[in-house]
């Protein structure tokens, strides 16, 4: 039993001597083999050549590893003196009792430890390596200590590939060799403990270790990681560590949307009509979100148009700003928006929540489409008809019953915080529909109803809720007395042409009170109907957007006064000009500009923009 061993390494010694004729010496300090604990049961009876080739390449990497840290060379100087320090390393392992053809069997190719520029980058000294990574890479924070744990295991492991990836931008097809010279920096010039300790090399190496070099656990699978000759080993572990990666980042993600998916699902949809869509239902309605399908754009999102596989007609909206919103206020606003169900409310159809690898996470709401588009595109010189006086009187009453219903059917009562032109919305027979409730919000009874966040659009905004965040039903009551005056006039909130700029409030309170009132009406219009009742609109708008709430109706009394059920008190005075001067700054502050409605892009977004 011993003299076949005995008989080999006499063969072998005679081999290697023939050809030794080549002088050369080896640089490398081999007597770590004799003494380092690994574990070399792959490489004896019954041989398991695939983990022992890894594991011999690992026990001579060591030795590159002492090396570089001698001389400050990554690799041997020709191919001479690589197969002298090949066939050093075979004499070690003899004395071992390793079978010594293993060495030629594992190492084909003995250039592959012989200094090539074109290896890595061009390098070949740590001058070279400092110079390309840099003198402080990850690898030097990452792996100086004690690696004999999972985690500061796994965060040198991690530091190698970042440094490896830094390196392939470099040199993009040598990656591999790359790597590999991470780790010999890693263990022969970062770690403290250097290479031949057996937790470093354990860890760094991926070499496995005997059972009295402590804890073998785990330390078979770093193998992977580990410092793999053959090719195919380095990429293997590449393609593992990447499919791992993905596959973790996909899981976490599964698991993270099932979750937002349920408490939607749960707490939200069910006492509703809504659906719950999967994302390759609305990329096949909307041409995958083409642009063509493109209906509005704004600050928060962006709206498609659809078609549902049953025909109908639909407004996707995808929220935008994820990160700063949350998904909370997304929860919220589907949870608002699944309390109400009012003809004149834009109903919700559904939601979709989706991650995308490149995009992140997605959201997306799904409402009615609204083929007449928005009141604002309406009243705008694009405009495709022009409203008819029955048709804005009845918008107008439309807008208010929505109103009425947001104020007092439902309990707590919940404030739209947003009217607005742009944010009502027209069906096929031009009835409105209150749309975008991002920014409503549900009043508690009984708490106070100063808010910090002022959200809102600038001119549509109450002034003492602009100024001190004071938000009552009567904030919603003057943006819709604002809507109220621009239907009647055909003008905009803002008249940027003047300078200062005039809201449509002051412009009207001072034709009334000089007894003009019929100035204000739409030249368009002005004609159609009977002066009495616009006369009594045109005043309901002035006094829903007076500047004092005490003056200002409820939406109740609104649609009273607007049907003719209650007189309309005289026009109260006003303090000042709301705008003037000392009112715009905080105004201003209090802009909040380009929310996208499901449907046509406002022009006022634009001008408020541009006027900011
Ligand atoms: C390498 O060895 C060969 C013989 O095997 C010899 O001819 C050659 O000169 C040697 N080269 C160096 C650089 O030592
Ligand atoms: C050794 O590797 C070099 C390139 O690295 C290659 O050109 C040569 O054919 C290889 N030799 C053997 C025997 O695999
Ligand atoms: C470097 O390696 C390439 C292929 O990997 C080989 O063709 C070339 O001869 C090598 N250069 C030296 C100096 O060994
Ligand atoms: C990458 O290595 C191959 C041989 O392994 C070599 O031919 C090529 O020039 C190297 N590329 C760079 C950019 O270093
Ligand atoms: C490192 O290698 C470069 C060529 O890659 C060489 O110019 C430089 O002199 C070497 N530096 C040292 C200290 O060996």
Known sequence: MNNKPMFLLLLFTIFIATPSASAASCPMDLSYVETFPWDSSSCRDPIDSQHCCQSLLSLFGIGLAKHLKETSIFQLPDENTSTTCLQ???????????????????????????????????????????????ILSPLDTACNGDLSSETSCGICTDAGFKVTTQLSTIAPKNSTKCFYFSILYAIGVVNKFGPTHPETAGCILGMPLSSKGSSNNGKILKLVFGLIGALVGVVLAFVLIIMYRKWDKMRKENIYHRSIENSVRDSVLPNTGAKWFHISELEKATNKFSQKNMIGQGGDGVVFKGTLSDGTLVAVKE????????DEEFIYEVEIISKIKHRNLLALRGCCVASHNVKGKRRFLVY????????????????????????????????????????????????????????ILLDSKMKAKVADFGLAKQGNEGQSHLTTRVAGTYGYLAPEYALYGQLTEKSDVYSFGIVILEIMSGRKVLDTMNSPVVLITDWAWTLAK???????????VKDEGPEKIMERFVLVGILCAHAMVALRPTIAEAIKMLEGDIDIPNLPDRPVPLGHESFQSSLLNGMQSGRSTPYYNSSYSTSMVSFK
């Open 514 to 524: 000089t007894g003009k009132i019929h100035e204000i009406f739409d030249q368009a």
């Open 368 to 423: 009615d489409y609204m083929p007449n588009g928005s009141l604002s595109y309406q009243l705008s010189v694009n405009g495709a008809n022009k409203l008819t006086w029955p048709q804005r009187k009845n918008i107008i009453l439309d807008v208010a019953k929505g109103l009425a219903y947001l104020h007092y059917e439902i309990k707590p009562p919940i404030f739209h915080r947003d009217i607005k032109a742009t944010n």
């Open 88 to 134: 050093d390393f075979q004499l070690k392992l003899s004395s071992l009792r390793i079978q010594p053809e293993l060495v030629p069997s594992c190492f084909q190719n003995s250039t592959q430890f012989v200094t090539n520029t074109s290896y890595c980058a061009g390098i070949t000294n740590l001058t070279d390596w400092r110079e390309k990574v840099g």
């Open 319 to 326: 929220i935008f700003d994820l990160d700063t919103r949350g």
